[in-house]
Antibody, heavy 121, light 112 residues
Framework: QMQLQESGPGLVKPSETLSLTCTVS????????WAWIRQPPGKGLEWIGN???????NYNPSLKSRVTMSMDTSKNQFSLKLSSVTASDTAVYYC???????????????WGQGILVTVSS | DIVMTQSPDSLAVSLGERATINCKSS????????????LAWYQQKPGQPPKVLIY???TRESGVSDRFSGSGSGTDFTLTISSLQAEDVAVYYC?????????FGQGTKLEI
């Protein structure tokens, strides 16, 4: 049973870079598409971007200039960096797996528990 | 971007009654080559990540109660909960994956 777990700082200062890692257990990170999705407190879901194990990425244009996603297959992890953060980047950040049927045009069928990141000085 | 709009924003239904949530997309989610609608429904309970209920607009995820059903095609979709149970209280989201600029509806809060 594959599981995902987000980790990283829960507090980031404005203008700094948010850095999160998703550790995949119970299976290999290879041959799958992985995603980051966020949810501001009390609000809806926003897709941030995808990464394939080959390193190919696809970012939400609204965040593209600030987002970098990477993968470490040796550690079975993938990561998110979001630069120049402001209070509007405060959210629960989820890592997720794109379903293996017809990726990347598939739904998200496995999610981490999420990590709340607050942007504040 | 494909804009997903859900209605209503919130819904109160009595136990045992039917709940219906609608989702409209700004462009068709029907892929002509395979006749599939690229739409999923999720349930999110407080403090938990979303859980997929339905994909391909009407295919129930393994382990999901058959009280949940999805219908619709093209731009108009519906999630129906046939007989509301207390554990169904949650926020429900639709999501399109026709475009890999994935987008979600704003959510519908279902209460008893």
């Amino acid at each position: 049973q594959m599981q995902l777990q987000e980790s990283g700082p829960g507090l980031v200062k404005p203008s700094e870079t948010l850095s999160l890692t998703c550790t995949v257990s119970g299976g290999s990170i290879t041959n799958y598409y992985w995603a980051w999705i966020r949810q501001p407190p009390g609000k809806g879901l926003e897709w941030i971007g995808n990464i394939y194990f080959s390193g190919n990425t696809n970012y939400n244009p609204s965040l593209k200039s600030r987002v970098t996603m990477s993968m470490d297959t040796s550690k079975n992890q993938f990561s998110l960096k979001l630069s120049s953060v402001t209070a509007s980047d405060t959210a629960v950040y989820y890592c997720a797996m794109v379903a293996t049927i017809a990726p990347p045009n598939s739904w998200f069928d496995l999610w981490g528990q999420g990590i709340l990141v607050t942007v504040s000085s | 971007d494909i804009v997903m709009t859900q209605s209503p924003d919130s819904l109160a239904v009595s136990l045992g009654e039917r709940a219906t949530i609608n989702c409209k997309s700004s462009r068709s989610l029907l892929y002509n080559s395979n006749k599939r609608n690229y739409l999923a429904w999720y349930q999110q309970k407080p403090g938990q990540p979303p859980k997929v209920l339905i994909y391909w607009a009407s295919t129930r995820e393994s382990g999901v109660s058959d009280r949940f059903s999805g219908s619709g095609s093209g731009t108009d979709f519906t999630l129906t909960i046939s007989s509301l149970q207390a554990e169904d209280v949650a926020v429900y989201y639709c999501q399109q994956y026709y475009s890999t600029l994935y987008t979600f509806g704003q959510g519908t809060k279902l209460e008893i």
